[in-house]
């Protein structure tokens, strides 16, 4: 039986020649595969995220009330939460600046200035999650209404915190490995990818868990 | 940012203690092996859970020896209680889907073939390649370990709906300790899967060797991208599931549980959750998933079938966009599932639609690898008789999906054994036909020697005649009402079906038996099987440049070039009828 030509060989024979030829690596992308891995890592983790927000909207908008606790000291307090992170990716931005300038001092100066911003955002947290257990606040029940107030608070701040304090340590990790010069700028700019996505997912925690549950005037 | 050299070379060296090559390895060959043999023992222990089942549906009253020392609760004496079955029921399909399904088509063979049919080195992170084996072997045995503690696997089966799943130990069997090993299991599954799909991804974007284009890697390599990237969007709803699952367990929380809910007696003490949450968790994930079981699968077929018919893929393009848009509408259809939720007639029809949409992607899939074969100079190797099959076992089973697309024959179907023949055959049994294709194939470079051809061909003969037999049955007794996962039908309406049951559970121990073929000739072969040769089937892919098995670092310190597609078969040229990737390029073939 002959070998069918014509329409059926659809991948005739190259001439290698003429053929734009790759020359392999992360050339067509230009992207270092560590910063490749960690926007994948970021893209699942928003998943995540996101179907944790998602549930916490399928149950909010299913229950006949949900608690407004929020006092303005509580908001005030969230809103001082969000301006340190915000502020500690400013930090972040210049520590990546500083890194790929060759600022071996400033770069760790900044990073560590960075994981300060975490650090102080996280005591910040810990305070008012005390505050509201005080005030009675459980997983599964407080004194306000439906208990899925409580569960879905801590969910979706717990593990936001956890990101924040696993953030801190890696940037110190970062900071000490650069220091030493055994890690590169692009170790720097990676976990700069990882602490402004942490900022960025608070940015959707704060209004959806505080602002849309202040308490009315 | 400096101008750094991309990260391409891997200058690591061969380990030489053996903890280091074999158990704590970095090489991503000895890790797609270690998926393999992770996947062996899952399918071992997970068919014979469903012998004990389907020994169990037509004998209820039998004594299984050594049963009653494994639970003495849950099969006192030997003789299984309808709780223990369904507990089984449980471990068998989560150990197929998740630890045979999902691990050995993608992070078997994808570890060990990708890197090298690319023309790299190793994965771009070798020791999270490592981490995501032994996160998964962790989960493999949190999973065994329900077995064993003290009432067993929990009862609420692979989809672990709540409430029953949620509430505790009030529910029944395996919900307190086993429901919460399970959760944990697969929360650490989706760890692995995680990790595995990130490398999968940045390996294939970054660790092409020159010429390799997207359009030039073999489509076993199209396939495990796209798995991977179904993996990295759906693993993480499952992960985020888990996690809220665990919560309610054991932090009170109500994720998934609504108010008043009365267990055996006493009333619950959670509110204002929604079993449907989960279930829209779950198969936002759960049908990617199936697709996650199936698409390596796809890639090993076009790949052998292309092989075996000595003539290019039919439409490589095509199947490329097929595949991709089968995993794009893959994240719209997880409502067909829940049809009898009670949703919306409205959403029903909604999501009726991509379901069945996604047919068009898969037959255009079917037709060409026929258009494939069609008119090539055929080599039945074992390899391609499983193509063949994977081809009718594929298209019967997902002849079975048309009509539960359809939301009005659903709300009969669903709970029916109809959707077990289904997804047996259009999940099970092709993916696994994908690894015996992929197992037939790849065996001599994996292990240096050649699996037994005559063994094969008795084992996929035995094998293609029983899974008809075990599964064909099952939509005809759906279609006539028969529910699934009951433990046993006696003194019912059900009676006059009975046969058909006993039929089907003798076709699956007499399969099942046919196995025990395949796994003397995996281990047979492997020691005393005749040497392999570098390239026996003759195939173009860089994997068969190398020796069999491959060095260390794949090509010898060698940079490989490419410059022809992956399936230049039915050519002539220096007396062969095949030209390889790596040929060097320039004389016109004669065709
Ligand atoms: C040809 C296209 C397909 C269509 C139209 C289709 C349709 C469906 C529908 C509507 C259901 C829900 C039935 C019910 O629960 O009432 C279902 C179940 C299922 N399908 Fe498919 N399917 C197709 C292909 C596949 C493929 C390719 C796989 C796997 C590789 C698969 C695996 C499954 C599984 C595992 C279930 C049942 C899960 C369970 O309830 O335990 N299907 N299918
Ligand atoms: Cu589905």
């Known amino acids: ?217 | 940012m400096e101008s750094m050299p991309m990260e391409v070379q891997h200058h690591h060296t061969a380990p030489t203690s053996f903890i280091r090559k074999y158990v704590f390895s970095v090489d991503h060959k000895v890790i797609g092996k270690q998926y393999y043999f992770l996947a062996i023992f899952s399918v071992f222990v997970g068919m014979v859970l469903s012998w004990l089942v389907r020994i169990h549906l037509v004998w209820p009253n039998i004594h299984i020896w050594g049963l009653g020392v494994l639970s003495p609760t849950g099969a006192p004496g030997g003789v299984m209680s309808p709780d223990y079955y369904l507990s089984l029921l449980t471990v068998h399909g989560t150990l197929m889907v998740f630890f045979v399904l999902t691990t050995a088509p993608q992070a078997g063979f994808g570890n060990y073939a990708l890197p090298i049919q690319i023309g790299a080195e190793d994965m771009a992170f070798p020791v999270l390649n490592m981490l995501s084996f032994w996160v998964t072997f962790l989960a493999l045995c949190a999973l065994v370990a329900t077995l064993f503690v003290k009432d067993g696997p929990p009862i609420s089966g692979w989809t672990a709906y709540p409430p029953l799943s949620a509430v505790g130990s009030d529910a029944g069997p395996g919900l307190g300790m086993g429901q919460n090993l399970w959760a944990v299991s697969i929360a650490l599954f989706c760890v692995g899967s995680l990790l595995g799909a990130l490398n999968f991804i940045v390996t294939t974007v970054d660790l092409r060797c020159k010429g390799m284009t997207l359009m030039r890697m073999p489509l076993t390599c199209w396939a495990w991208l796209i798995t991977a990237i179904l993996s990295l969007l759906s693993f993480a709803v499952l992960f985020a599931a888990c996690v809220l699952l665990f919560l309610d367990r054991n932090a009170g929380t109500s994720f998934f549980l609504p108010a008043g809910l009365l267990v055996n007696g006493k009333l619950q003490n959670h509110s204002g959750g929604s079993p449907l949450l989960w279930q829209h968790l779950f198969w936002f994930f759960g049908h990617p998933e199936v697709y996650i079981a199936i698409v390596p699968g796809f890639g090993v077929i076009s790949h052998v079938l292309s092989v075996f018919s000595r003539k290019p893929v039919l439409g490589y393009k095509v199947i490329v966009g097929c595949l991709l848009s089968i995993g794009f509408l893959s994240f719209t259809v997880w409502g067909h599932h829940m049809f009898l939720s009670g949703m919306s007639p409205y959403s029903g029809f909604l999501f009726s639609i991509p379901t069945l949409i996604i047919t068009i992607p898969a037959t255009i899939v079917s037709l060409l690898w026929l258009g494939t074969v069609y008119g090539g100079r055929l080599r039945f190797t074992t390899s391609m008789m499983f193509g063949l099959g994977f081809i009718s076992v594929f298209v019967t089973g997902g002849l079975g999906g048309m009509f539960l697309a359809q939301p009005s024959l659903d709300i009969f179907l669903h709970g029916t054994y109809f959707v077990v023949g289904h997804f047996h055959m259009v999940m099970g049994v092709a993916a696994i036909f994908g690894m015996f294709a992929g197992t037939y194939f790849w065996f001599p470079k994996m292990f240096g020697r050649m699996l037994n051809e005559k063994l094969g061909k008795v084992h996929f003969w035995i094998t293609f005649v029983g899974v008809y037999c075990i599964f064909m049955p099952m939509h005809f007794i759906g279609l006539e009402g028969m529910p699934r996962r009951y433990s046993s039908f006696v003194n019912d309406a059900m009676q006059p079906l009975m046969p058909v049951h006993t039929f089907m559970t003798i076709a699956a121990l007499t399969t099942g038996a046919a196995q025990f073929i395949f796994f003397f000739n995996l281990f047979w072969s492997m020691y005393k099987g005749a040497k392999a040769p570098d390239n026996p089937w003759e195939s173009t892919t860089l994997e068969w440049t190398v020796p069999s098995p491959p060095p260390f670092d794949n090509f010898g310190g060698k940079h490989p070039v490419v410059s022809y597609d992956a399936y230049e078969y039915g050519v002539t040229r220096n007396g062969k009828d095949y030209i390889m990737q790596t040929d060097p390029p320039g004389q016109p073939a004669s065709s």
């Not at chain 1, 608070?202 to 308490?215: E, H, T």
Request: proline share 5%; hydrophobic share 55%; glycine share 10%.
């Open chain 1, 1 to 217: 039986m002959s070998h069918s030509s014509g329409p059926l060989s659809a991948t005739a024979v190259h001439d290698g020649r003429d053929l734009p030829v790759w020359g392999g690596g992360a050339l067509p992308y230009a992207v270092p595969s560590k910063k490749l891995g960690m926007w994948l890592f970021i893209v699942s983790d928003a998943i995540t995220f996101s179907a944790v927000i998602f549930a916490y909207g399928y149950l909010r908008l299913a229950a006949p009330a949900w608690p407004r606790p929020f006092e303005t000291a509580s908001i005030v307090n969230a809103t001082v939460m969000t301006f340190v992170l915000l502020s500690s990716s400013v930090a972040m931005v210049l520590a990546v600046r500083a890194s790929s300038l060759g600022k071996v001092s400033g770069a760790v100066g900044w990073l560590v200035a960075t994981a300060l911003g975490g650090v102080i955002f996280d005591i910040l947290h810990i305070r008012e999650w005390l505050g509201l257990i005080a005030e009675g606040v459980r997983p599964f029940s407080n004194p306000w209404g439906t208990p899925m107030f409580g569960a879905a608070f801590f969910t979706m701040t717990g593990l936001h915190m956890i990101h924040v304090t696993i953030g801190v340590v890696y940037l110190l990790i970062i900071a000490v490995g650069f220091g030493r010069r055994k890690l590169s700028a692009v170790d720097v700019e990676v976990s700069g990818l990882y602490w402004h996505f942490v900022d960025l997912v608070w940015m959707f925690i704060f209004p959806l868990v505080y602002l849309l549950s202040a308490k009315m005037a």
